[in-house]
C-alpha cells in the first residue's frame, strides 16, 4: 500500500500567516491527490483535488502543488475560520491512503 | 447535486454485526466505484473499502479484511457495509464518498462497539 507521511502534526499560527502543510507518498501518485479540512464534528470538506484543482466555492487562499511524491499545500493567509485538521488523501490506485492530520491552532 | 446518505449507525456490543448503508442521488450512481472511510474518535481518517461501478473490485482494509463485507446495488442507488465480529476498536464515525474526481461525501454515521 502507498503510505503517505503529512507534516507538521500540528501547527501554531497567528491569523494573517502564510502556512504549509506537506505531504510525501511512498511511490509515485502523479497527481491522485486530495486536500481536505475537518472541523470537529464534520464530515471532511475537499478543498482542492487532482493535487491542485481549486473545488468550487473554496477561497482563493487556499492552494495546492506537487506531483509525484511531494506534495504542498499552502493557506496564504490564515483567517479564523480556518482552524481546523487538514489531511491529503492519495487515491493513484484502488487502496487510497490518508495522511495523519494536520491540527492547525492559533 | 449529489446526496449522500448514510444510515445504520448505532450501539453494538463487542463481536456483535451491523449493516451500514449508503443512500445516492443526484448522480448516476451505477457510474462511479464508491469508497467507505471511517474515523475513530480523536483521530485521523482511515480507508476502510472501496468497490467498483459494477462490482468489478472490492477491496478492504486489513484492519476489517474477512469481517466487512461491502456490497451495492446499482437498481436502488444504494452501497452497504456488512460490519461482522465488531471490535472496540471499530468504533467511529462511518462515511461513504465517491471515488471520483472531485469526489463527495456523506455526513457519516456513528457506530459504536461497546459492552
Known amino acids: 500500500d502507498i503510505q503517505m507521511t503529512q507534516s507538521p502534526s500540528t501547527r501554531s499560527a497567528a491569523v494573517g500567516d502564510r502556512v504549509t502543510i506537506t505531504c510525501q507518498a511512498s511511490q509515485d501518485i502523479k497527481s491522485f491527490l486530495n486536500w481536505y479540512q475537518q472541523k470537529p464534528g464534520k464530515a471532511p470538506r475537499l478543498l482542492i483535488y487532482?493535487?491542485?484543482h481549486l473545488e468550487a466555492g473554496v477561497p482563493s487562499r487556499f492552494s495546492g502543488s506537487g506531483s509525484g511524491t511531494n506534495f504542498t499545500f499552502t493557506i496564504s493567509s490564515l483567517h479564523p475560520e480556518d482552524i481546523a485538521t487538514y489531511y491529503c488523501?492519495?487515491?493513484?490506485?484502488?487502496?487510497?491512503?490518508f495522511g495523519q492530520g494536520t491540527r492547525l491552532e492559533v | 447535486e449529489v446526496q449522500l446518505e448514510e444510515s445504520g449507525g448505532g450501539l453494538v456490543k463487542p463481536g456483535g454485526s451491523l449493516r451500514l448503508s449508503c443512500a445516492a442521488s443526484g448522480f448516476t450512481f451505477s457510474s462511479y466505484s464508491m469508497n467507505w472511510v471511517r474515523q475513530a474518535p480523536g483521530k485521523g481518517l482511515e480507508w476502510v473499502s472501496s468497490i467498483g461501478s459494477n462490482n468489478n473490485y472490492i477491496y478492504y482494509a486489513d484492519s476489517v479484511k474477512g469481517r466487512f463485507t461491502t456490497s451495492r446495488d446499482n437498481a436502488k442507488n444504494s452501497l452497504s457495509l456488512q460490519m461482522n465480529s465488531l471490535r472496540d476498536e471499530d468504533t467511529g464515525v462511518y462515511y461513504c464518498?465517491?471515488?471520483?474526481?472531485?469526489?463527495?461525501w456523506g455526513q457519516g454515521t456513528l457506530v459504536i462497539v461497546s459492552s
Open positions: 488523501q492519495q487515491y493513484a490506485n484502488l487502496v487510497d491512503t
Open positions: 464518498a465517491t471515488r471520483a474526481t472531485p469526489t463527495r
Open positions: 487532482d493535487a491542485s
